[in-house]
């Protein structure tokens, strides 16, 4: 009997949790991380315009109280084992009884009064991927080389192609300056989709995985196209120095969760304008290799966790692509603002800024692109 009763106990406990995770919320929300009272806290935000301080209204909403979230990639981890139901809870209070308009509890934050911090307070891996966009493809070329170049990238598809971007000091928030570094003068602008991993992944099938995302943000791959100075060991191109200086990774404003976002080899369009002219848009369509073969791949190599990102690649329309036309360079400069924009997720609004001039010096930093390149 005792054993009869535990089988029945333990099937409606799990019948309540599942029936608590398959809640649906009173409107969709979105996860990012803000500066509020000088501290990062990690929040809700509700109609792109509230930001919801999720460990004070978990004090404060009736309902089954949890541990609150220190950051987000511990939300990230917990989200599918009763935290998704809890922000239900949130959620559902603060949109009845006018309580998100007229009676704003102190939680609720209007976001243009906090900082926009990166949703992920450092991920433990970016990946991106390099020319995943027919359009892309020899983007400098004639309109002959073009075709014929793109021509070849879909009969040979072959597997992606990724690189690792730095963590802390290269990943930014909305708002933050984009700085160009001292000497660098061929700085790029690449509009990215960020698949955030939920789930830990290794050797995942492409055709299982989107059940290892949790969600979808902005990401900016701001480039340098300068290359290195001639001499010592060179085996090509330098990603490191291509891909790896401070602020060269701008991400959010936050993260939407894959519920409410949907599709994105169906729904994506994303979009980046420098000084308020369009110069980049893309679709799904585009891509070379899809998100989940992205993930296929990158999963064979590295083990993926909760928190980590993978970036689809970015469109034609970029700075290098035209650096080389008949049009002349178009690379960034200071007192210019990127924005970069994917329907259903939101923008990033970046503003750039010259680096400082270092002093000292024994000749081993990087130098000036202009005292090796001359055009």
């Not at 409410?260 to 369009?278: A, C, E, H, I």
Request: proline share 6%; glycine share 10%; net charge positive.
């Amino acid at each position: 009997m005792r054993f009869l009763a535990a089988v029945i106990v333990g099937a409606s406990l799990l019948a309540t949790t599942s029936f608590a995770q398959s809640a649906k919320p009173a409107e969709p929300f979105k996860v990012g991380t803000f500066d509020i009272r000088k501290t990062p806290t990690v929040c809700l935000v509700l109609r792109d315009s509230l930001v919801v301080d999720i460990a004070a209204a978990n004090a404060a909403v009736p309902g089954t109280k949890l541990t609150a979230p220190r950051d987000m990639i511990d939300l990230i981890e917990r989200y599918d084992s009763g935290l998704r139901s809890r922000l239900v809870e949130i959620v559902n209070y603060l949109a009845s009884n006018n309580r998100l308009v007229t009676s704003k509890p102190e939680y609720v934050h209007d976001l243009k009064s906090v900082r926009t911090l990166a949703p992920i307070l450092y991920p433990s891996k970016i990946l991106n991927a390099a020319v995943n966009f027919y359009s892309h493809v020899n983007e400098a070329g004639t309109p002959e080389e073009q075709a014929a170049a793109r021509k070849r990238r879909r009969e040979q598809r072959g597997v992606p192609y990724l690189f690792l971007k730095p963590g802390r000091g290269a990943v930014v928030g909305n708002g933050d300056n984009v700085i160009i570094p001292y000497g660098r003068d061929r700085i790029d602008w690449e509009v990215e989709l960020g698949a955030v991993i939920g789930r830990t992944a290794k050797y995942v099938d492409a055709n299982n995985a989107q059940d290892y995302v949790f969600g979808y943000t902005v990401t900016i791959d701001v480039s340098d196209r300068g290359g290195r100075p001639p001499g010592g060991y060179s085996s090509g191109s330098d990603w490191f120095v291509g891909k790896g200086h401070d602020t060269f990774a701008p991400m959010g404003p936050w993260i939407v969760p894959k519920e409410f976002y949907g599709d994105p080899m169906k729904n994506l369009r994303q979009t980046l304008s420098v000084g308020g002219t369009q110069l980049q848009e893309a679709r799904a369509g585009d891509m070379i290799h899809s998100l989940w073969e992205l993930i296929e791949y990158g999963s064979s190599i590295v083990t993926l966790y909760p928190g980590d990102v993978i970036n689809n690649g970015t469109s034609g329309g970029t700075a290098a692509g035209s650096a080389q036309s008949r049009t002349g360079s178009r690379f960034l400069k200071p007192g210019e603002t990127i924005e970069a924009s994917i329907d259903g997720i939101g923008t990033l609004r970046m503003p750039v800024i010259a680096g400082e001039v270092p002093k000292g010096g024994t000749g081993a930093r990087l130098p000036p692109v202009s005292t090796y390149r001359k055009q």
